[in-house]
């Protein structure tokens, strides 16, 4: 196994866009949306998850949920990945062993 995470740069084909959240409040109801203006553009390799996966995350009601995996870089779970259109929010990251060569990125389709 390659890294621990086996990816051919050829695997990475699909185009994503990773950014923040932004939070307004109006009458004191927060809505998010995704800040497209410093967003960051990545190649990525996409993958559902398997129903063991499925299952074993005790996450049963949701059904959209994909992992990207993508050369390493600087992010963080607040943030939200934009796919084909959909917008996902980051349910965790793996750095495996801490190699900074790739991350997987686990998130869930949201609506918003």
Aim: charged fraction near 25%.
């Amino acid at each position: 196994m390659l890294w621990g995470v086996i990816v051919d740069s050829g695997d990475l084909n699909k185009r994503i866009k990773i950014g923040n959240t932004i939070v307004t409040v109006t009458n004191g109801m927060s809505k998010k949306s995704f800040d497209t203006a410093n967003a960051i553009n990545s190649w990525s390799k996409v993958n559902g998850l398997s129903d063991d996966e499925f299952y074993a995350d005790n996450t049963t009601n949701v059904k959209n949920i994909l992992n990207f995996t993508i050369r390493y870089r600087i992010i963080d779970d607040t943030m939200l990945v934009l796919y084909k259109g959909k917008t996902f929010e980051i349910n965790g990251i793996d750095d495996y062993m801490e190699q900074h060569i790739f991350l997987v990125i686990r998130a869930q389709e949201v609506k918003l």
